[in-house]
C-alpha cells in the first residue's frame, strides 16, 4: 500500500505462546515480513520455561512493533493470554495467530483492503493454507467452501470450516461478540467463531488463502493432546451452553438438533474410552432430556455403551448403529482439503 503509516489502519496480530520459542521465531517472522507497516504483535506468554521471554524481549528492543508479555492472571490457557492481548492492543482490526503458524507477505495487506472495501463487515474469512515445515510446501487448505450453512458446518464435528487465524475482527465488533471463553480447556476457538455467527456478526469469506496452519508432526505433541476427565467435563459444559444459545435465538430446528445430538453421542464416547460408562449413559440421558433424539435412539446409544468395550459385541454394535443412524446421528466426515496452491483461487 502506498500510504503513509499515519493513516493506515493499525492491524494487532495477538499471539498466545507457551514453550514454543523456535516455532515461534518463524510465527514472529512471517509478521516482519508484511509488506503492510502498521502493525502490532502482542506475544502473551503463558509461563514458559524455555527462552521465549528473553528471546521474544531481545527482539523487542530491535523491532518496538512487536512486545511481548507475561501473562498477568493467575488462570493458565491460550483463551486467557488472548483476552490479555486483546486488552492491551491498540489496532483497528485484530488478527489472532497461534504461536506456530505463519502469516502470507501480503496477508495485512489483503485483509485490510477488503475490510476497508466492506466496512460494514464485522470479521472477513481468509483461507488457510497447510504446511509440514515450510509455509507453501503442501497444497492443501484447512478446508473447502462449500453452499451448507456455516453455523450447521460448525456443529458437524468433521467440517469445522475456518480456523483461528482465518479471521480478520473489527475491533468494536470483537465489543459485540465478548472474550474468549477462559474456562474451556479445549474447543476455544470453535466456541468463539459459533458465538459470533449466533451472535449474528456480518462477516464475508474471500478467495484468497493468505496464512499457514502448522500440520502436526508425529514426533511433536500439541497443546492439550491428551483427553482427561478434565476435557471431557469441560465440553459437556460447553455443549449445554451452546445448546441454550441455539434455544434462545430460536435457532434450532431438525438438522441442527440432530447435529448437537451427535457432539453429546461423541463426548459420551470420550467417557466410555476413559471407562466410565456410567457417565457416557448420564450424558445420553441428558441429551435425551433436551429432546435432540428419539426415545428410540436413546435406547440404542445406550445400547451401543455398554457393547462398544467388547471385543465379541463391540464390532455388531457399531454396525447396527452405523446402518440406523448414518444420515443424522454419525455424520460423514466431510472435511476435505482442496489442492489448491496458494495465491489461485479456489
Given amino acids: 500500500m502506498e500510504h503513509r503509516d499515519q493513516i493506515l489502519p493499525k492491524v494487532s496480530i495477538v499471539i498466545p505462546t507457551k514453550n514454543r520459542c523456535s516455532l515461534l521465531w518463524e510465527t514472529v517472522k512471517s509478521i516482519s515480513s508484511q509488506t503492510y507497516s502498521n502493525w502490532e504483535a502482542i506475544i502473551i506468554d503463558d509461563d514458559s520455561t524455555d527462552e521465549t521471554i528473553e528471546q521474544m524481549s531481545t527482539l523487542s528492543k530491535e523491532e518496538p512493533r512487536i512486545k511481548v508479555l507475561p501473562r498477568s492472571s493467575n488462570r493458565p490457557g491460550a483463551p486467557v493470554c488472548r483476552n490479555e492481548g486483546l486488552a492491551v492492543s491498540t489496532g483497528d482490526y485484530v488478527i489472532f495467530l497461534d504461536s506456530d503458524d505463519c502469516l502470507a507477505p501480503f496477508c495485512l495487506e489483503n485483509r485490510v483492503r477488503a475490510m476497508q472495501t466492506y466496512?460494514?463487515?464485522?470479521?472477513?474469512?481468509?483461507?488457510?493454507?497447510?504446511?509440514?515445515?515450510?509455509?507453501?510446501?503442501?497444497?492443501?487448505?484447512?478446508?473447502?467452501?462449500?453452499?451448507?450453512?456455516?453455523?450447521?458446518?460448525?456443529?458437524?464435528?468433521?467440517?469445522?470450516?475456518?480456523?483461528?487465524t482465518s479471521p480478520i475482527w473489527r475491533r468494536q465488533s470483537l465489543g459485540?461478540?465478548?472474550?474468549?471463553?477462559?474456562?474451556?480447556?479445549?474447543?476455544?476457538?470453535?466456541?468463539?467463531?459459533?458465538?459470533?455467527?449466533?451472535?449474528?456478526?456480518?462477516?464475508?469469506?474471500?478467495?484468497?488463502?493468505d496464512c499457514f496452519w502448522r500440520m502436526n508432526a508425529p514426533d511433536r505433541k500439541t497443546i492439550g493432546s491428551r483427553w482427561t476427565v478434565e476435557h471431557v467435563h469441560?465440553?459437556?459444559?460447553?455443549?449445554?451452553?451452546?445448546?441454550?444459545?441455539?434455544?434462545?435465538?430460536?435457532?434450532?430446528?431438525?438438522?441442527?438438533?440432530?447435529?448437537?445430538?451427535?457432539?453429546?453421542?461423541?463426548?459420551?464416547?470420550?467417557?466410555?474410552?476413559?471407562?466410565?460408562?456410567?457417565?457416557?449413559?448420564?450424558?445420553?440421558?441428558?441429551?435425551?432430556?433436551?429432546?435432540?433424539?428419539?426415545?428410540?435412539?436413546?435406547?440404542?446409544?445406550?445400547?451401543?455403551?455398554?457393547?462398544?468395550?467388547?471385543?465379541?459385541?463391540?464390532?455388531?454394535?457399531?454396525?447396527?448403529?452405523?446402518?440406523?443412524?448414518?444420515?443424522?446421528?454419525?455424520?460423514?466426515?466431510?472435511?476435505?482439503?482442496?489442492?489448491?496452491p496458494l495465491g489461485q483461487k479456489s
Fill in 119 to 164: 466496512p460494514s463487515l464485522d470479521f472477513g474469512i481468509f483461507p488457510c493454507q497447510l504446511f509440514r515445515n515450510q509455509p507453501g510446501d503442501t497444497a492443501l487448505l484447512w478446508n473447502s467452501e462449500t453452499l451448507d450453512n456455516d453455523l450447521d458446518r460448525f456443529l458437524h464435528l468433521h467440517d469445522v470450516p475456518w480456523q483461528t
Fill in 176 to 209: 459485540r461478540l465478548g472474550p474468549w471463553d477462559e474456562s474451556l480447556l479445549r474447543w476455544q476457538d470453535w466456541e468463539f467463531h459459533f458465538r459470533a455467527l449466533i451472535k449474528g456478526l456480518k462477516y464475508k469469506r474471500f478467495a484468497e488463502p
Fill in 234 to 340: 469441560c465440553i459437556e459444559q460447553l455443549l449445554s451452553k451452546v445448546y441454550f444459545m441455539l434455544l434462545q435465538e430460536q435457532m434450532f430446528n431438525k438438522r441442527r438438533r440432530y447435529l448437537l445430538a451427535s457432539l453429546y453421542f461423541w463426548i459420551a464416547k470420550r467417557w466410555v474410552s476413559l471407562g466410565e460408562r456410567k457417565e457416557a449413559a448420564r450424558l445420553w440421558t441428558i441429551c435425551w432430556g433436551k429432546k435432540l433424539i428419539e426415545k428410540i435412539e436413546y435406547w440404542e446409544g445406550l445400547f451401543y455403551f455398554q457393547m462398544w468395550a467388547s471385543p465379541l459385541t463391540g464390532g455388531m454394535a457399531k454396525l447396527y448403529l452405523k446402518i440406523r443412524w448414518s444420515k443424522k446421528l454419525l455424520p460423514k466426515k466431510s472435511i476435505t482439503f482442496k489442492n489448491t
